[in-house]
């Protein structure tokens, strides 16, 4: 099956900093969407992107299909913006195959 | 915004018990799923559902859990007799259309099982 991988693993910033979060993907994908998990556990959407790129607010995100990466860029980062960041790629018509995360730590 | 809607969000369930996991979906999606999060670990899928049916499942998703739609609104996981190791986060998610819209996942549900 495909295979997601997320870099780096973890993150450690200082409030203010910007950050970019990659996903490298194994084969080609009709889906791929960011989420963010929240210290809830709740999944908040971040963007659906399977290609080009999209901005919303400080967040925004570029995926590259033919080359099988995206990445998530983060400006001015806040507190906030602390938890981990999921990539996640539709695999076949039903369902998300997830990465590892990538745990996002924003120190004041 | 439309919300995907889960309840509850937190269940304490003795080992061997029964468990009902709940789920609304956005009304017009037709597109049903659930995930799971054991702890510290990625979401893993469990299955999908379309057209009143499964559509596809994974290898955990085996005789112990079954998905049901039993009205127009409503979409449940229900885990039998459930094991310690079925503790984890629980995520519905629908879809209006996989291939153009993406998925929205609700808020999960926590199962704890003791």
């Known amino acids: 099956g495909i295979q997601v991988e997320q870099s780096p693993p973890d993150l450690i910033l200082q409030e203010g900093a910007n950050s970019t979060l990659r996903c490298n993907f194994s084969d080609s994908v009709n889906n791929l969407q960011w989420f963010h998990q929240n210290p809830w556990g709740q999944l908040i959407n971040l963007f659906y992107?399977?290609?080009g790129t999209k901005q919303n607010g400080r967040l925004s995100a570029t995926t590259v299909a033919t080359e099988r990466y995206s990445l998530l860029y983060i400006s001015s980062s806040q507190t906030t913006d602390s938890g981990v960041y999921f990539c996640a790629v539709a695999e076949g018509a039903q369902k998300l195959v997830f990465g590892q995360g990538t745990r996002l730590t924003i120190n004041p | 915004e439309p919300e995907v809607t889960q309840t509850p969000s937190h269940q304490v369930t003795q080992m061997g018990q029964e468990v009902i996991l709940r789920c609304v979906p956005i009304?017009?999606?037709?597109?049903f799923y659930w995930y799971r999060q054991i702890l510290g670990q990625k979401v893993e899928f469990l299955v999908s559902?379309?057209?009143?049916?499964?559509?596809?499942k994974s290898e955990i998703f085996d005789d112990q859990f079954s998905v049901e739609r039993p009205d127009g609104s409503n979409f449940t996981l229900k885990i039998r007799s459930t094991k310690l190791e079925d503790s984890a986060m629980y995520f519905c998610a629908s879809s209006v259309s996989p291939f153009s819209y993406g998925y929205t996942f609700g808020s999960g549900t926590r199962l704890t099982v003791v």
């Open positions: 992107i399977p290609s």
């Open positions: 009304s017009n999606h037709l597109y």
């Open positions: 559902f379309y057209n009143n049916e499964i559509s596809e």
